[in-house]
C-alpha cells in the first residue's frame, strides 16, 4: 500500500528514525565511492510550479545516484495550465511513474494529486509546509549534536512553511522549540493548537528574539518574505529588523556551541549576517548537503515499499 509525505505528520517517530539510519548509511557509502542501485528501473517524476534549487536539484541527483531515472515536469507545460483536471493527470502519471515529488503553492492540490494516484507522492513544499527540509534539518542536528533529545530548537523569524513543519515535528518527535516571531507573524494558529493537543514537546511563541536564543542549542532563520510575498517585502523588511540573526543576538546565546541554520537561500544582510552565515556557528552548508542523502533515504523507503 502506498504512503505520502503530505506533512511530517504522515509519520510516525518509527518512520522518522527509519530515514534517519538510512540517510546516514547512504551518507556513508556515497563518502565511500559506493554506487547503489536500490531504485534502478524506476521512474520519478518531479512537478514543480515554483523556483527550486537545492530541493530540486538533490532530489533529481539522488534518483539519479539510486540508479533510478527522474523526469522534470514543469506545471506551466502540462495540460494543467490548460485546466485539464488535476485527478485526470494523476490517474495517468500513476500508469507512467513509480513516484511523484510536487512543489506548489497549494496543499489542496498537493492532496488531490495524492487522493488520485496509486503512487507515493512527496511534498517538496507549498506554502504551508515544507516537510522533507525538516527531515534533513533533523538528520544535521543529531550529526552535529549526536541526537535530538533535550536541545532546544530556537525559531527566529517569520512563522512560515518550514515553521510550520518543524512545529509538526516537536509534536511527534518530543522536541523542544521556541518560535520568536513579529507581532502578526507567528504560525499558523490550527497548526499550533494540534501540535500542543498532542501534549509532546515543548512548543512556546514569544515576540523576543532573545529570549529565544538565550538557551538555544540550535538557532534557525529563514528569509522574511518568501515566494508570492514579494509584494510586502518593503514592510517586512522594517518589521523583521529586530530578528536579524546578527552577532550582537548571536552573543546573547549561553551555549558557546549554539549551531545556526538556514535553509537556503539566505538573504545576506537581511535575515542573517554574512558574518553569522559564513560564521564557526553555522552548520548551514552541512545542512544543504544532508538534503541529498536524506531525499536519497526518502525515496528509496517510499517508492520500495
Known amino acids: 500500500m502506498k504512503k505520502d509525505i503530505l506533512t511530517l505528520l ?41 523556483p527550486s534549487t537545492r530541493t530540486r536539484i538533490s532530489f533529481e541527483a539522488a534518483m539519479i545516484q539510486l540508479g533510478g531515472a527522474p523526469i522534470f515536469i514543469n506545471a506551466r507545460d502540462t495540460q494543467i495550465a490548460r485546466n485539464e483536471p488535476v485527478r485526470d493527470t494523476a490517474r495517468v502519471l500513476s500508469r507512467y511513474l513509480d513516484g511523484l515529488v510536487i512543489r506548489t503553492y497549494s496543499q489542496d492540490l498537493l492532496k488531490e494529486y495524492a487522493k488520485f494516484t496509486e503512487i507515493p507522492v512527496i511534498n517538496a513544499l507549498t506554502d504551508l509546509y515544507h516537510p522533507c527540509q525538516v527531515l534533513s534539518d533533523l538528520m544535521t542536528v543529531i550529526e552535529c549534536k549526536g541526537g535530538y533529545a533535550g536541545l532546544r530548537i530556537a525559531w527566529v523569524g517569520d512563522g512560515n512553511n518550514v ?108 535575515e542573517i549576517t554574512e558574518a553569522v552565515l559564513e560564521g564557526p556557528h553555522s552548520i548551514v552548508w552541512d545542512q544543504s548537503e544532508n538534503k541529498l542523502h536524506m531525499h536519497k533515504a526518502v525515496l528509496e523507503v517510499f517508492m520500495t515499499r
Request: aromatic residues 6%; proline residues 3%; hydrophobic residues 40%.
Open 10 to 50: 504522515d509519520l510516525n517517530k518509527q518512520d522518522f528514525e527509519l530515514l534517519f539510519k538510512r540517510a546516514f548509511e547512504l551518507k556513508k557509502r556515497h563518502k565511500e565511492g559506493v554506487a547503489d542501485r536500490t531504485l534502478a528501473g524506476k521512474i520519478l517524476g518531479l512537478i514543480f510550479d515554483k
Open 163 to 270: 515553521c510550520h513543519s518543524w512545529i509538526n515535528a516537536a509534536s511527534i518527535l518530543c522536541l523542544d522549540l521556541m518560535i520568536a516571531c513579529p507581532e502578526g507573524y507567528s504560525p499558523d494558529a490550527e497548526i499550533l493548537r494540534k501540535a500542543r493537543e498532542s501534549g509532546n514537546g515543548r512548543l512556546t511563541v514569544t515576540t523576543d528574539p532573545v529570549e529565544a536564543v538565550k538557551s538555544a542549542d540550535v538557532i534557525y532563520t529563514d528569509v522574511w518574505a518568501s515566494m508570492g510575498q514579494e509584494s510586502e517585502l518593503s514592510k517586512r523588511r522594517r518589521v523583521f529588523d529586530p530578528f536579524q540573526l546578527n552577532e550582537d543576538l548571536l552573543k546573547k546565546a549561553n551555549r558557546k556551541d549554539v549551531v545556526v541554520m538556514h535553509c537556503l537561500p539566505a538573504h545576506r544582510g537581511e
